[in-house]
Structures are given as structure tokens and as C-alpha cells.
């Protein structure tokens, strides 16, 4: 479940709180006082088992007793009784509880699944146990023991601890914010952040979303949800536990690299949520966000009246990542007109220090209409010339009514300083306390904004079809598994990696010394060894490794080797030993890539700089799986090693994009192979004329499901792939659209007629921009369909058709949507393609299909009768027909009939 029945928890007709009391200081009376008076419009009851009256208002002995059916209920009784007050609850149909009570963890492992088994039936949504509780200010509603009622606004707050919720209410309350929901989710047995990121991505009182994670659930739908909330609004989450130990038992340099924090980071970077690393920063977000709207572009004006301010703010700016706006010649003309002689000329625009408040109208002015300004931030340290409340008056009194670019203020000092933040505060401008805090503030808007562009990224096409050799690979993992290996051999890690096109060096098994010694001087040319040991994951650790081996010295070399790991290592299993040509490396950079299974998200991938002092370089990034070119890019822009790829100094640029494929087949390579729990290439050669892999570990285990269902993210669901024949001869490939096809998107459309554009968008469209058709190609596959009709060859060819399934949060009832080109007309596309989509979301399990069809597309609607969808007037627009298809009986024969371009 996601949304399902959260109205009842943040809108609620009607509320009870079960365990209410008249005693001083007792939970039961706080959770009365605030339901109370709060506001809330509909009837509050109280459940007492003791009590007729409580508080001068009638009080009820237990739920059956109420006068009607609780929306939501409150409960703040001992754990031991909660399954039955909520099988109790569910029994009187209401919808939505928040359990206060702790005690359900640990020991009360089994009350919690007599709590769930009571509520689920009745879709009884639980929010807790043990939590402070739920506020919607706009409804009015305190269902907490929150000491503060916040007023309302457009900021909404979830948090896994209760006292998360009271200190930003606590803040908030002197900055006048205000929000429209808290909620304070405990344990999380039902209600977790996916669900609650859904609800309140569609809120239409949630401008922002804040979040405080200690650990997340349902990683594939917290994923989807972020996803999809993140696209619509800000999100932006601070996470506990950053530093804390993980991956102690990692055998490989990936897992020992692939730490807890690190995988969360990759995860709400890829849904495009902005992390802070502290409460604070989360705070001063909160006052950015309720304030400002996300800033054009990156370019920043700083005005101040102190040199020593303004260098603290560009120092900050810069070790952000920020952007100083280069002032025109018609700015600081404007500027050398009102400004003394000794101002600064430059960005920042130091007003000097004895600056009235005229001077500081003069240049806001000046720098309003700087067509480089994305935002300004304009500072003040006190000064005995002026008041810093009179220099605040007139910044407000420059600001236009409207149009004018985020204006960030930061007046330095003390108690002296907050008649000046709070005229401030009082017209909307966000305030903080340093100039540091406020170039903070600025940049997160900046990452925001930059998050949001890289979604919406488009991917460029694959430069070649990628096929692996999926027999190969599995064959190399059926051995291992076979003899009860956890890791692979290097060469039969090498084989796996071949499979999937990653150039690979040619590795020779030599069961003792002097076998080692004849391949040597069969290959004729200089030599690594490497002994061979199914417990000795980490050779170079033990002295298991020799580079650069003249081939007449490789047999010593090898009786050496196998002396000195008896006598350090004397339980390990020396198979043999691994003879390999040595690979000229020239320039080439060493890198480290690979797989680990992360026990929430799943496989994750892995890069950085890599060699033996992998750990020590420490210059590593996460990435969730599955990748593109773009996310590919992404990942390796982030690491300080990519400034070595790009070529520094005379030093020509590395194969970056060999670099980028082989992290896009690493992505599909777990994707294909769920045996595969951990993959290390330690390392990975980059140089100028390609990527090889040099050494690679592979662990593996029975696998129970496939591996697509292990990722976080549904990756390209390439079983639904099917050739369409059509009646003209001709063979398509059907298939679901990827990001690579928005060109394509964007060229179909433009050979939409008119009319086929209204009946598709219901609207006039002249063209599909890019925000436009990057949410058509880049779709969440585990919440929406879009299949493609196209060539079959090419990989992203020309598209000619699109049917699309948009389902809700809950997967019960989806939307379609198809476009057929008119060449196409005749062939019973239109009705083929709408069969294949309604298989499709019966499979999904999905009850209902929907669409709204324009009353004049009279095509479209013959096609859906013949397909046996009902009618039914839109109640809000006359020329619309709303049509559904009721999928849970039997499925329906495909009809005859075509609708080939609604």
C-alpha cells in the first residue's frame, strides 16, 4: 500500500483518541488539549474505559461505543491492548491510526504483527507505533503531544524521531513558518517515507518536503515515490548515522569501499533529492524553501558594507562549487554613479563601511537590473555611522513587487541584529545568521536546480547494440556454485567479464611452478604470477603477486611465492598459480570498479581510483544500478581521478568513454546475473587507446529470484520486447521506450497532424519541448509503461507508435494513452497495441483502466467500446468522455476493429 487511506490521516472528517485522560501531565490529556485546540472542525471523541465525561465533553467506554466511525483514531493505551483497540477500529471502517504507544519492538516484535494483522484487512493505515503523532495545520488538526502548534504554510516535514518534529517547530515558531504536515513516523510498521513521499507529492498545500531518515524501507518504493516527489517539488533530507562502521565484513575492495552512507548518498542523488549534512542546514532550508523560489541560474551578486564579510561569503561560494556573477559594463557604470570612488568595481560590491541606508537602496538597484544576477546576497556587519534595521529598510524598499531575482540577507552580530532579520522575516526575504549560512542556503537551491537538470538529462545513444554472451557467463558461475565456491577463479572472473564486452588480459592456470615457468616462456614476453587460492581474496596482501617477470625467472619466482604463503598463510589452499602477459601501461591510470549487494538497495555500483591504495586514496563513488551513459558520465565526474582521465599537462585524455560503457555493462551484468553478490575489477586500466581489466574477484550465491528484482530501480524490462507483423509486410519491434529515445519522440510528434495532436494532448501543442518529452522517455518501469513501435535493428530507430500506462501509487487503477501515426492507418494497430497494454496491466494486477478521450475522437471511442470499456460524461468538462475498463473478471478478446490515430 502507499496513499491509500492517508486522506484520513491529514484530513480527517472525524477523529477519536483512545486512551484520552483528565489527569495532569498523562499523555492521554496532553493528545486531548492539543486535538482540541487546534482548530479542527469535526468531531474530536475521547475513549475511556473509566470515564462517561473527560475535560467537560462526553467520553466513550470503548470504539464501539462511539456515535460514528472515527476517519482517524489516536491511540495512547498500554502496547499489550493496541491489536485489539485497532481490530476494534478496523471493525467500525476507520481508515487511518496513529499509534502513539512504544513497545512493539525488540520483545514486542509479536504485538506489532497482531497490530498489522488487525488493521489490514480493513486497509487500516497505521502511522507508528511510538511516535510523537501527526499535525495538518491547514485542517486544523494536532493529533501529538507536540509542546508547539505550528501555523500553516507550505513546507511539510517527516521524520523517523519525534524530537526531530519538536525542535523544528520550536524553530520555526520565531520565524513565523508554517507547514502543511508533520508527521512523526516511529517504527514505521505501515506508514513509511515511500508512502508518505506519494501523498504528499500530490498535495496541493506541500510547496516543499523536508525529510529526517535514520534508515528507509521498501527501498524500490521509497525509490519510485522520490522519484517521482523530487520531479514535482523540493526534497530535501538529512540523514543520521553518516559516519557510522560499515562493511567490516567485506571481503573485496568494494565491499570494504561500498560503506551505508554511501549507498543512501547515491540513492537520493539518483531520485534528485538534495541532501544536508546537519539539522541546522535542514532548518535554514526549511526558511529558503518557504521563502524563495529555486533561482534561475548560479550566478550570485554579493553586496556588502565589509570587505573582511564579503571575502568570507566568496570563500564559502567558492568551496561550494559556486559562481560569482560577472558584473556588465551598464552595472558598474550604474554603480560608479551612486557609489563613492573607493568602492570595490568588482563582484563583490563593497559599499564601504560607513554606508547609509541610501547608499544600500542605490545599489540594490543598480545590481537588480544586472541581467547576471541569479540571486544576491547582501550583507551588513554594524557600524556606528547607521542602524543596521535602517539599512534592512531600504533593501525592502529597492525589492520590486514582483520579478526580481532570491534575495538572501545576512546581517552579522548579535542581539543588535534581529529588529533588522525581523523586517526581514515579516516581507518574506530569507535571513541567517552568517554569511556562510547564507551562501549555504544559496547553493542548496543551486544543487536543487542542478538535481533536477540531471534527471532530465538526456542520454546519449549507446555508441553499439550491446549483446552479451549470457551462456558464457553463466557457465563460469555454474562451476563455481557447482563445487561449492563462493568465489570465482580470476579467470573464470574473467570469462563473466568478456561475456559483457570488458576487455579482459588473457590469464593461464599453471598447477606448480614449472608449468608457471614454460607458459612464461611460451608467451615470450614479460610476465605477472599471481597465485591461485580459493581462500586468499586479497593476493598482493599475502605477497601473491609478481609483476614484471622475465619468463626464464617466473618458475623461481613461483617456489618462492608457494614457501612464503605456506609460512604466512599455512590453512589456505594453494591451487596453482595465474600466468598473464604484463600489459604496457604507459600513461594508463589505474581504477577501481564493481558490485556490491547492498541488504536495502540492492546492487550498487562502485568507481574510483584504484591500485593497492585503494583504501588510502579513499576517492570512490556510488551509483545505483541500472546506468546510462549519462549516469555513467555522472558517476565519474564526481571523483578527483577524473581529472587525470581528461588529460592534464602534455598528458593526452584517457578513454573516458570506455570507462563509462564498462560501468553500463558492470549495471547490466547484475541485472542479468542475480548469483552475483559482489564484483571487484582492482584494477581497471584506463588508457588512451581503450579499458582493460586487469584483475577481478566475482563472489557468488545461489540465486532464488532474478535479478532484476534485487535493484532499487526496475531496469529496462526487456522481456516485453515482441515483433508486431504487420498487415503491409513489414516487421516491427515493439518495446518499452528508453531515455535514448526522446529524439525520436520529439521527431514523431513533429509529424503529428493537428488534429492528432489534439486528440492526443488535448491542446493546440506546436512543439514537444525537452522538459516535456524527458518525462515520456524517462519513466519509472515499476509505476509506468510506454511500449514503442519501431525498427527492429537499430537501437533507438524511429518511432511510429506509442501506448502508454501511467498507474497510480497504489497499482489499482492506471491511465492510458496511445498515438499511432497515420502511415500506419489500416493495419489494426491501434487495437493491437491496446490489447498489449491492457495484458499488460492485468498482469500488473492492476483493476482498473482508465483514459479521457475527446468527445469528437470518435475513433478512439469506437475502439473502446469494441474493447469493452464504459462511458461516462467527464463532471467537469462537457467535451470530455471518461472511459474504464473493469480488468478483474476474465480477460476480454482482442476486437477486430482499428483506431489506428487517436
Sequence with gaps: MTVRNLDALFRPRSVALVGASERDGALGRLLLENLRSGGFAGPIRAVNAHHDRLLGAPCYRDVAALPETPDLAVIATPPDGVPDIVAALAARGTRAAVVITAGFSGDGAALRERLLAAARPALLRVVGPNCLGVLAPHAGLNASFAHLAPRPGGIAFVAQSGAMITSILDWAASRGIGFSALASIGDMADVDFGDLLDYLADDRDTRAILLYVEAVTAARKFMSAARAAARSKPVIVVKAGRHAAAARAAASHTGALAG????????????????????????????????????????????????????????????????????SQATLARLDAVLPPTWSHANPVDIIGDAPPARYRAAMQAVLAEPAADAILVLNCPTAVTAGEAAAAAVIEALPARGAPPVFTSWVGGSGTEAARSRFRAHGIPTYESPEDAVTAFQHLVE???????????????????????????????????????????????????????????????????????????????????????????????????????PDAVQAAAEAMRERIAASQPTARIEGFAVEAMVARGQGVELIAGVVDDHQFGPVILFGHGGTAVELIDDTVIALPPLNLSLARAAIARTRVARLLGGYRGVPALDIEGVALTLVRLSQLVVDLAEVVELDINPLLARVDGVTALDARVRVRPASGTGAARLAIRPYPGELEQVLRLADGRSLLLRPIRPEDEPALVRTFSRLSPEEVRFRFFAPLKFLD?????????????????????????????????????????????????????????????????????????????????????????????????????????????????????????????????????
Design 770 to 902: 525537452h522538459l516535456m518529452a524527458a518525462r515520456f522517455t524517462q519513466i519509472d518501469y515499476d509505476r509506468q509503461m510506454a511500449l514503442v513501435l519501431t525498427e527492429q535493428a537499430a537501437m533507438v530507430g524511429e518511432i511510429h507508435a506509442v501506448v502508454r500506462l501511467i498507474e497510480d501509487p497504489d497499482g489499482e487503477r492506471a491511465e492510458f494513452a496511445i498515438v499511432v501515426e497515420r502511415e500506419l492507418a489500416g493495419q489494426g494497430l491501434g487495437t493491437r497495441l491496446m490489447q498489449v497494454i491492457i495484458d499488460y496491466a492485468r498482469a500488473r494486477g492492476v483493476d482498473v483502466l482508465w483514459g479521457e478521450v475527446l468527445a469528437d475522437n470518435h475513433r478512439m471511442l469506437a475502439l473502446c467500446r469494441e474493447l469493452g470499456f464504459h462511458e461516462a460524461a467527464h463532471p467537469d468538462e462537457p467535451g470530455i468522455v471518461h472511459v474504464e475498463l473493469d480488468l478483474g473478471g476474465p480477460s476480454r478478446p482482442a476486437a477486430s476493429a482499428s483506431g489506428d490515430h487517436p
Design 448 to 550: 536543487y536546480r542542478r538535481n533536477q537538470a540531471a534527471l532530465l538529462e538526456t542520454p546519449p545513444s549507446l555508441p553499439e547494440v550491446f549483446s552479451p554472451d549470457l551462456p558464457a557467463a553463466r557457465a563460469a558461475l555454474a562451476a563455481a556454485l557447482a563445487a561449492g565456491r563462493e568465489w570465482l577463479s580470476e579467470i573464470e572472473a574473467k570469462q563473466v567479464l568478456a561475456a559483457y564486452g570488458i576487455a579482459v588480459v588473457e590469464t593461464r592456470f599453471a598447477a606448480d611452478a614449472a608449468t608457471a615457468g614454460a607458459v612464461a616462456r611460451g608467451l615470450g614476453v614479460a610476465v605477472a604470477l599471481k597465485i591461485v587460492s580459493p581462500d586468499l581474496t586479497h593476493k598482493s596482501d599475502v605477497g601473491g603477486v609478481v609483476l614484471d617477470l622475465a
Design 260 to 327: 551505508r552512507d554511501a549507498v543512501y548518498d547515491a540513492a537520493f542523488r539518483r531520485a534528485g533529492m538534495l541532501r544536508v549534512d546537519t539539522l541546522e542546514e535542514l532548518f535554514d532550508a526549511a526558511e529558503t524553501l518557504a521563502l524563495v523560489r529555486p533561482p534561475r541560474g548560479e550566478r550570485l551578486v554579493i553586496v556588502t558594507n565589509g570587505g573582511g564579510i564579503g571575502v568570507l561569503a566568496t570563500d564559502a561560494l567558492a568551496g561550494r562549487g559556486g559562481r560569482l556573477a560577472e558584473l
